[in-house]
T-cell receptor
Framework: AQTVTQSQPEMSVQEAETVTLSCTYDTSESDYYLFWYKQPPSRQMILVIRQEAYKQQNATENRFSVNFQKAAKSFSLKISDSQLGDAAMYFCALNTGTASKLTFGTGTRLQVTL | EAEVAQSPRYKITEKSQAVAFWCDPISGHATLYWYRQILGQGPELLVQFQDESVVDDSQLPKDRFSAERLKGVDSTLKIQPAELGDSAMYLC?????????????FGQGTRLTVV
């Protein structure tokens, strides 16, 4: 079985500041991928960033970066220079095994204030 | 830009009635997922198809839910009879290959309210 835990139901950040969203996971698989998805209000979920378990280097995509700690099974998302458009639900997700099963956490609602 | 299409966007149905949702994945995507998302929670996988075959339906309440993808393209999720606890957002997603690193593309979902 695989699980994904997001312990922060809500977070708030001021525009232009940096915020970190936490995620921990559990799996018995040695090869897997981790993802952060963003779900804006009333819009479809979109991929923000992905990380392969075998890669030690943390993934980055423009203002978004991750801190992947494999031994601790931790996968946090850092958003730099936060913008109003970053306000959304953020879901951490884990994909393992040949069947490509995608398991999500419960989400963190991010508010961006002026 | 190609998108996953879902219909209807909103559905209100009475308890014990039948309801069906439709999903058209991005062309060429072999893997199709149906997720249920209760308000304030993360998506929960109901069923996963690879082409027309079910690869995971372990969380699908089979006494009332059914899903099919007859020609390996579009898919239908049915609930009969609907219960109050089925009120949720039903999300469809597709991906191009049956691989862990493949991005899943999501539709806008169908919001179901059972009254």
């Amino acid at each position: 079985a695989q699980t994904v835990t997001q312990s922060q139901p809500e977070m708030s950040v001021q525009e232009a500041e940096t915020v970190t969203l936490s995620c921990t996971y559990d799996t018995s698989e040695s090869d897997y991928y981790l993802f952060w998805y963003k779900q804006p209000p009333s819009r479809q979920m979109i991929l923000v960033i992905r990380q392969e378990a075998y890669k030690q280097q943390n993934a980055t995509e423009n203002r978004f970066s991750v801190n992947f700690q494999k031994a601790a099974k931790s996968f946090s998302l850092k958003i730099s220079d936060s913008q109003l458009g970053d306000a959304a639900m953020y879901f951490c997700a884990l994909n393992t095994g040949t069947a490509s099963k995608l398991t999500f956490g419960t989400g963190t609602r991010l508010q961006v204030t002026l | 830009e190609a998108e996953v299409a879902q219909s209807p966007r909103y559905k209100i149905t009475e308890k014990s009635q039948a309801v069906a949702f439709w999903c058209d994945p991005i062309s060429g995507h072999a893997t199709l997922y149906w997720y249920r998302q209760i308000l304030g929670q993360g998506p929960e996988l109901l069923v996963q198809f690879q082409d027309e075959s079910v690869v995971d339906d372990s969380q699908l309440p089979k006494d009332r839910f059914s899903a099919e993808r007859l020609k390996g393209v579009d898919s239908t999720l049915k609930i009969q009879p609907a219960e109050l606890g089925d009120s949720a957002m039903y999300l469809c997603a597709s991906s191009s290959r049956d691989r862990m690193n493949t991005e899943a593309f999501f539709g806008q979902g169908t919001r179901l309210t059972v009254v």
